[in-house]
């Protein structure tokens, strides 16, 4: 089970770090990524991390900007958000993906990211 916080509202240019705390022993063997469904849009992957946290995966638009890492010991991923801009608002959801597997099959709950102008 997966559950993700951090979500609120901050100011465009301002930052948020978002979490992913997992519950389970098998954690450090589950890539997990961050997806963003905007209003009206798709859910699309915004970044990723292996299992291990050797391989991470940014999406374009958020480059140089988010961060995600991961701590296996506290069972917990983590997406820094810096310079936050109106596209970025949205439904934040992380996910989990067996190491072995390519397929999203754990879900959290999901975090709402609000950015004013």
């Known amino acids: 089970q997966l559950q993700a916080c951090g979500g609120g509202l901050v100011q465009a240019g301002g930052s948020l770090r978002l979490s992913c705390t997992a519950s389970?022993?098998?954690?450090?063997?589950?890539?997990v990524g961050w997806f963003r469904q905007a209003p009206g849009k798709e859910r699309a992957l915004v970044a990723a991390i292996g299992w291990s946290g050797s391989t991470t995966y940014h999406t374009d638009s958020v480059k140089r900007r988010f961060t995600i890492s991961r701590d296996n010991a506290k069972n917990t991923v983590y997406l820094q958000m810096n310079v936050l801009n109106a596209e970025d608002a949205g439904v934040y959801y992380c996910?989990?993906?067996?190491?072995?597997?390519?397929?999203?099959?754990?879900w959290g709950q999901g975090t709402q990211v609000t950015v004013s102008s």
């Open positions: 389970g022993r098998a954690f450090s063997s589950y890539n």
């Open positions: 996910a989990a993906a067996h190491r072995d597997s390519s397929t999203y099959g754990h």
